[in-house]
Structure formats: structure tokens, C-alpha cells
DNA sequence: TATGAATGAGTCTTCATTCAT
DNA sequence: TATGAATGAAGACTCATTCAT
């Protein structure tokens, strides 16, 4: 009588995200899924009917992580670049254990459109919130005379774009998958890192 | 009288690169492209054998155009500054009809080792020549004491990274393919490219 | 309430067997095989995975066959012409519901150098012992001056021959399909097996 | 204005025959016979119509050679034994350019009842002949008391078998396309030759 | 829950054959 | 005659899904 643990659901789960997010929808098998996961193919439809149904699983666990990472980065309220500098490289450091989130969402959520909607609709409040207090941030500083009058909104889309984008051409540029480059990839993310950080804030700064 | 052959080869390329791009390799099947092209399924066969290969024939395709329109970017000589947001713009507006391009890349190139390095390969001649014009470019600068200190591959990733993600950007706040949202989609792309040309100088300028 | 299961494996590789003998390898076609062993397609598939590899398994059980009935023929310790005798009428009455055996054997397995390595390296022992026990009996017989000085080896492959080619002629010769000719039959074969024991003795006898 | 010479059709015929010897008519493809014949694929449909057709053409040069060598063999009015030697020595040597004959024979001709009976239309004007003759001289020799009581058709049937059966174990034992297995190969067979004779002449003569 | 077996609907690929030139 | 292009029919194989146990 074995115990097959009751989260039988949970390996499935997990091991279904990586799978969609390394070779996409199509590309993956609810075979190796369950090969994977070390259960029973069949048992995969029991839990979830179709991988369809699976995949939209999988999509509302990320949406949820993705939106829930992001909020973390921008809160607190010390003076204005120390934070913005801690919250790029919050951002960046999240990134680097969570880099096929964004991959995922260009990959598999883009096309279609009710997932896209949903993700936005999870994306929103969130999104809203801290481009409320970043507005406020900059409109005091500008105030100042600090930094040059700018949208929150673009500040935000700069720093996940070259942040995010860090990543990809980290994955571009490197075997990412070779141990043997772990020294240069560390090099080259940490160069990075600081680069988006003085890109921002210079861009900024009057 | 059927105007055929000529250039069946060729239209079932475009088809393919279409749906490669949209689809990615395992989500596009051979018998829609056939579909699609207007001929015959063993046709496909015919001219490419495999779908792998057909898709390799695609894949060059695009990396061949991919590493052109780069190179076009940043030649000339005026003014440091007035180049560098030539580039900028050139850039993003060439990405407006090759969007596909860099999701291309992202989805397909990166996960095949092979199709990585003759991809790197492409690029590294054009990627280095850019490089080293800007790097003659900022030395200079630096030397006048208009630009800060910074490493040309910087630079040029920081301009990737906000043209690039100013579209994904786009495809993901909006519904592209709704023609409705043409004046909207417009409008924030303008802003984008103004933003991202801004956001390059001014981090720049001393 | 079917009786499903079970043995579908087995049903399988007998059908695959008849009609591989029947047909060769490109003649059969997988569907063809599923359809005669009443089970779906796909099925076959589940179990072999590949038609090479159904037609391995096949291979395999007929290698074993062939060789296991091969070393029942000549064994027991009669005097030499009754033990002769004998063995090459249990061999011709083994053909009788094995000709597919060799006929098997030269149309499958000679081409493939693997399988026919595969094949003699299964025949080798037990050729090998019959023969060496063939060989004691000649050379006794031999110093009695009752029997030529012939090789062991020759004689055996004469016992073959004229055995097996005793059924390939039946198949030129008649109809083996149509019932009608099943007297005639009988009675050619009957004719060739005194035949061939008396060509093997006289030709031997001093 | 190439020369293509005028004998394409027997340049395909030619390689047809090879290419269905070896491989049988489902495992030949069309497409290799004009490959390997140099010539365009819809031109052998040009000549040949189909496949079918094409094969028919082949098994009736073939069908007409096997008759054609096999009545060379039994002719001539030398001593009994003489003759016999003479005519098993011949049928050897005819088959060691054609031992494709008799596997072709096997393979292709024993399923279709049609073909079959082409193939014993042609060959029994030819078998009766020699058959006639050697039914006179063995009658001749029985009487004078040097030759058993047999029938002519086994007497046939055994040469044949004989005969055919070395050159068909010659292929199992041998990798008989190693060129360096041919010294091996040429003791073998001559062994084989001399026991054939052996063998029909000991187990004739009283 | 869990599993082996079964199935239908595809998907890629091959191949004989035909057609326009 | 000769050829490149085109096509229909089929064949091997895959895969998500279901079923009986």
C-alpha cells in the first residue's frame, strides 16, 4: 500500500510549468509530464481532464507569482534614488531565479486573448499601486527640481525592459547551461545590474 | 492557366516564417502551411524534404535579416549626439514591421545550441564593427568631457532593451490586431520612442 | 464484456509474424497487421513502438524456432542408417508447418548483416553439436567400411537441402492454397521424402 | 543537345531487375531505379507506365533466362555418368552469376498465382524436354543394371536442390560481399560442387 | 487514487503517378 | 523524349484522452 504523497497534484503542477515554459504548449508532452512527475500518465488526466485545463493551471500559478514578485520591489519610502536604486535591483535580483516568468508571459500568454486579459487584469492593481506612489515620488522631486519631469509610467517599462532584457541576452549571449560559464555570466549580470541602475537614475537625475 | 511554380518555394517560405514565428516550430503543422501557400502538403515535401529543414531554411532567412537591419543602424558621422538618436530611431522604427524578429529569436533560436551559435555567429561581425565605431565615438566624448564614462556594449544593449521591450510592451497592453486600437497603439509607440531616445542621452550626458 | 487484453501482445506478433513471412517487411503494413489481429492501430504501437522493432521481435522468435527444431532432428543412439534415416524424416516432417522457417530466413534475414550474425551465432551451438556427433557416427561407420568418407558438414547441408527445397518446390509446382490440390500434394511430398532419405543413404552407403 | 542513347528503357530495365532482386517490389522505389538508372523519374513512368508494369517487364527477361539456362544444362549424348557430371557441373557454374535467379523466384514470383503460372507455362516445355531425356537414359541404364529405379523428375529436383541450397547457404555463411571472404567463398563452393555431383552419382549408381 | 490498455484524430513523410512544357 | 513541378493516397508514428479494474 504505498503513500504516494497527497500533492501528487502539486509535482504535476510544477513540473508542467517548466515543461510548458521550456518548450512552450505545443511543444510539450502530457506524457513526459507525467514521465516526470513519476506518475501514472492517466492519473494526469484525472487530476486536470486536458492539458489545456493543465496549461491554465500552470498560467493563473505564474500570473499570480509574476504580479506578486513585482509589487514586492517598489514600497518603503526612503529618499527617492536610494529607493529607486533598490528597487531596480530588487527587480534584477528576483529576475535571476525567475527569468522564464517574463519569458513565459512573451512566449504563451501573448497570443491569446482571454489569457492576456486575465494577466492584465491580475497585472492592474498591482501595477497601479506602485506607479501611484512612483508618480507622487517624482512629481515631489521635480518639484525640487531633482528630476526631470518624467511619466512614472515609462520610468516603470525602463527598468523591466532593461532588466528583463539583461536576462535575455544573458541567455543569448551565453551557454547558460554550462557550468563552465557560470564566472562570466556572474560578471556580465553584475555589470548589468549596475549599468541599469545608473542608466535609470542618470536619465533622471537634473 | 494557373500562374504556377516560379515561386511556390518562395511563398511557402513566407507562409512558413509567418507561422513559425506566430506558432513556434511544434504549434505550426506543415500541412497549414501548405494550406495556406495554396499548394499541395507532399508539395512542402517536395521542396524541403522535412519540417526541420524547412524551418532551418526560414530560420537563416531571418537571422540573415535580422543582422542587416542591425547594421544599418548606426553608420554615419555627424554630431555624437545627433547620431546617436538617429540610431535610436532608426532602430525602433525599423522594429515596426520586424517585431517578429526579436520574438523570433527569443522563442525558437535561443533553445537550439546549434541555431544559437550560427545565430551569434551572424551576428558577432556586423555587432562588432557597430561596436567599435561607438566606442572610437564615446572615447572621444569622453575625452571632451560631454559624455560620462561608460562600455559601447552597454550602450547598445540599453538600446535594444527599451526598443525592443517598447514593443512587447505594446502587445501585451494592447490588442494589436484590433484595428481599433491603431490611434492608441500609435500613440504610446511615439511616446516610447521619444522616451527611449530621451532616456539613452540624458543618461549619457554629463 | 470482451476478453480484452491479455495476450494482445502475443496476437499481435503472431499476425506480424505470418504476414512478415508472407509479404517481407516494406509489404507489410502496420495497419494491415493491427487490423488482422483486431485491435487498433495505435495499439501496436504501445507495444512495439516501431514496425523495425515488431519486426525484430518477430525475428527473434523465429531465429529461436528455427534453431530449437533444428537440434531435436538429430539425436538418440540407433544404428547409423536408422538414426539417419530418421532424423532426416523428422526434419522434412518439421517443415511441414515450419516452411516458412527458411523460406523466412532467406528473404528476411539475409540481407541484414546484423541479423544474420544474430541468427548463426543462435545456429552455431547447436549446428556444432549435431554436427560433431555426425561426425563420430561417419567416421565409425567409415573404419566398418560401411559408409564413403564424406564430411559431417556436407551431408547435413545435403539433408537440408533437399528437405527444404522438397516444400519450396511444392510451393512452385501447386496451388498449396487451394484445397483441391491437397491429395496431389501429399502425395508429392510423401514422394520427395522416401526421395530424399534414399538420395542421402545410397549416396552414402559403401 | 545531350545524346541520351536510345536504350534508356534497358538502362532501366537493367537496374529495375538488380534493384527488385535485391530488395523485392515493395522495397523498391521507382525513384532510385531512375536515380541509379541516371535518368528522370517521370520518365520511367514515360516508358514503363507503373511500377507494376515495370515489374512485369523484369519478371519476363528474367522468367525467359531461368528457362533459357536451365534447358543449356541436360543436352549432349555422352556416357550416362559422364553426362550427369557434366550437367550438375554446368547448372553450378550457370549459378554462380545468377544465383538471384532462384531468390527472385522465392521471393516474387511463388505469391502471385498469376505470375507463378507465366513462370510454369515457360518452364515446362523446357523441364519436359530434359526431362523426356533423361527419363530414356535412366531407363536405358536401369536395364543394364547400373543405375537404381528412379524417377527423372527427383532425379531434377535433386540437382536442383543441391545445387541452388549451396549457393543460398553460401549467402548465410558467408558475408559474400567482403571481398575478403572470396578465397573462403570459392573453397566452399567448389567443395560443394564436387559433393553435389558425389552425392547424385553415389546415391545413383548400383 | 492509481494503472495498463485501448482508441481516434491527427501529423509528418513517402511514393507512384500525372501534367505542362 | 525529357523534365521539374504537382498531387492523391497511403503509411508510420504520436498523442491526448478514456476506460475497466
Redesign the interface.
Known sequence: MEVKNQNTEQILLEVAESLFI??????TKTTEIARLAGVNHALLHYYFRTKENLFNCVFERIAAQMVGFISIAFEGDAPFFDKLQRAIEMHFDGLVTRINLP?F???E???Q?ER?DY??NQLFPVAKRVLARMHGDIKREVKKGTV?P??AQ?VL??I???N???F??A???F?TKDKQNAGALKVFLN??KQ?NV???I???KL
Open positions: 521550456e518548450k512552450g504548449f505545443a511543444g519569458m508571459v512573451f512566449r500568454v501573448i497570443r486573448k492576456k494577466f492584465l526631470r518624467v511619466k515609462n517599462l525602463n523591466a525592459a532593461l528583463v532584457f539583461s535575455v541576452a541567455e543569448i549571449l551557454d555589470d548589468r549599468n545608473n542608466t535609470i542618470n536619465s533622471l
